[in-house]
């Protein structure tokens, strides 16, 4: 199957405990994005790869760090977890062009206790 | 900075009822606007993408309008079928630094048999 995916898929853990999310896409996108959607289901960009260089950082804790190994891959790490990081978090990827559609993962729900 | 407003924030009609879901934006400077669909629990679904030169795009029983003078679209979805029950998305990919897309509230529908 040709798809974004992303895991896992729920993520419970505790408060200051580092965790990772990993993101994949076969569809030969070459850019790549994290968005949060909150509890009021506001999604936000989080950050943005093209071809493993940071492209987009929007206004959000150092705590959480992304790293892209290949255009085909974004993970995101996130150091010392707080309550207020509970969110889904996405994962999505496109061609950096102005007719490609977004290509979205099933998203991660991260829980922090 | 891109503003992204979607009314009503839900929505509620009789099967076969013809829906129409409004979107409006801040900036009209834009590539696209593109529709999404997201199901509970899901990820989103690239429903249409409309370029900026183009005034609608239609598939199946979707048409999507965009007038960007004024910042707005409007997606249309006739003979409403309690499946088309879900969130609605629209956003826009501004040409302001990153080409990031913004996204609206969502308007969450429900299709009553």
């Known amino acids: 199957d040709t798809a974004v995916s992303q895991t896992p898929k729920y993520l419970v853990t505790q408060m200051g405990n580092d965790k990772s999310i990993k993101c994949e896409q076969n569809?030969?996108?070459?850019?790549m994005y994290w968005y949060k959607q909150d509890s009021k289901k506001f999604l936000k960009i989080m950050f943005s790869?093209?071809?493993?260089?940071?492209?987009i950082n929007e206004t959000v804790p150092n705590r959480f760090s992304p790293k892209s190994p290949d255009k085909a891959h974004l993970n995101l790490h996130i150091n010392s977890l707080e309550l207020g990081d509970s969110a889904v978090y996405f994962c999505?990827?496109?061609?950096?062009?102005?007719?490609?559609?977004?290509?979205f993962g099933n998203g991660t729900r991260l829980t922090v206790t | 900075k891109q503003e992204v407003t979607q009314i009503p924030a839900a929505l509620s009609v009789p099967e076969g009822e013809n829906l129409v879901l409004n979107c409006s934006f801040t900036?009209?400077?834009?590539?696209?606007l593109q529709w999404f669909r997201q199901d509970p629990g899901k990820g989103l679904t690239s429903l249409l993408l409309?370029?900026?030169?183009?005034r609608e795009q239609t598939s199946g029983r979707l048409n999507a309008s965009l007038d960007k003078s004024s910042g707005r679209s409007t997606l249309y979805i006739a003979a409403s079928q309690p499946g088309d029950s879900a969130t609605y998305l629209c956003?826009?990919?501004?040409?302001?630094?990153?080409?990031?897309?913004?996204f609206g509230g969502g308007t969450r529908v429900l299709v009553k048999p």
């Open positions: 999505a990827s496109s061609l950096r062009d102005r007719v490609t559609p977004l290509h």
């Open positions: 569809l030969g996108h070459d850019t």
């Open positions: 790869y093209n071809n493993k260089e940071l492209i």
């Open positions: 900036d009209s400077a834009i590539y696209n």
């Open positions: 409309i370029q900026s030169s183009q």
């Open positions: 956003a826009v990919k501004g040409k302001a630094a990153g080409n990031k897309l913004t």
